[in-house]
């Protein structure tokens, strides 16, 4: 076993899904791999993309324009975070909930419901404080 880890912006509310990467969730696994989250990190950080050689306006031949806009630089000047499933809130500042970002990170209705959960029972605790 090992803890499983997730890129999020914070900013954003959004994710890097390392499996869609062909990447494994643990952090060596997903450094390790040749274009997976490191790859896909840069890309979306970019805040100055197609000002001159190297930069990315195509990708082995294939010309990058459809997606430039929507994923180059999307996530530029974002708050980002690696975030595993073992993570506790005082990770990151309180109001992040860093200990539900990993749960937060699917697409899965039923997940989500148990996180809204998770949630309440989080925020009576903090009553109780």
Request: net charge negative; hydrophobic share 35%.
């Amino acid at each position: 076993m090992g803890q499983y880890h997730k890129t999020v912006s914070l900013t954003k509310r959004e994710f890097i899904n390392p499996h869609s990467l062909g990447c494994g969730l643990k952090l060596v696994e997903q450094i390790d791999t040749k274009a997976g989250v490191p790859t896909a990190l840069m890309v979306l950080l970019a805040c100055s993309n197609d000002r001159g050689g190297g930069d990315l306006d195509t990708f082995h031949g294939t010309p990058l324009a459809e997606i430039a806009q929507e994923v180059i630089g999307r996530w530029a000047g974002d708050r980002v975070a690696v975030v595993g499933d073992y993570a506790k809130r005082p990770d990151l500042d309180p109001g992040d909930d860093a200990d539900l970002i990993y749960l937060l990170c699917v697409s899965d209705p039923e997940r989500l419901d148990t996180v809204a959960h998770y949630r309440e029972l989080a925020g009576r605790e903090k009553d109780k404080a």
